[in-house]
Nanobody, 117 residues
């Protein structure tokens, strides 16, 4: 089992930036994918960005490509999501997730990001 705790959400104006952090604890060695989903009210949960153990390329959804950057610090068991040029439509609960090889994802409790003027 892996436990995930997110931080860094908040209120920001359009065009602003935020950096989310997610600290993983527990069976860290079992993690295959580690990254971020988001869910806005009335919408399905959307995979935003992801890293894969052993790979150098990361995944980004089309809606955030070029604006968000995911990074992973294995020494700190932490994954970050740098979000720049934020838009109102980025408003959502952002959930850190992981999965092990061939398994469904598991999520942390989430952190709220609100983009509003």
């Amino acid at each position: 089992q892996v436990q995930l705790v997110e931080s860094g959400g908040g209120l920001v104006q359009p065009g602003g930036s935020l950096r989310l952090s997610c600290v993983a604890s527990g069976s860290i060695a079992s993690i295959y994918n580690l990254g971020w989903y988001r869910q806005a009210p009335g919408n399905e949960r959307e995979l935003v960005a992801s890293t894969t153990t052993g790979l150098t390329t990361n995944y980004y959804s089309d809606s955030v490509k070029g604006r968000f950057t995911i990074s992973r610090d294995n020494a700190k068991n932490t994954v970050y999501l740098q979000m720049d040029n934020l838009k109102v439509e980025d408003t959502a609960v952002y959930l850190c997730y992981y999965n092990t090889w061939g398994r469904a994802p598991s999520w942390g409790p989430g952190t709220q990001v609100t983009v509003s003027s």
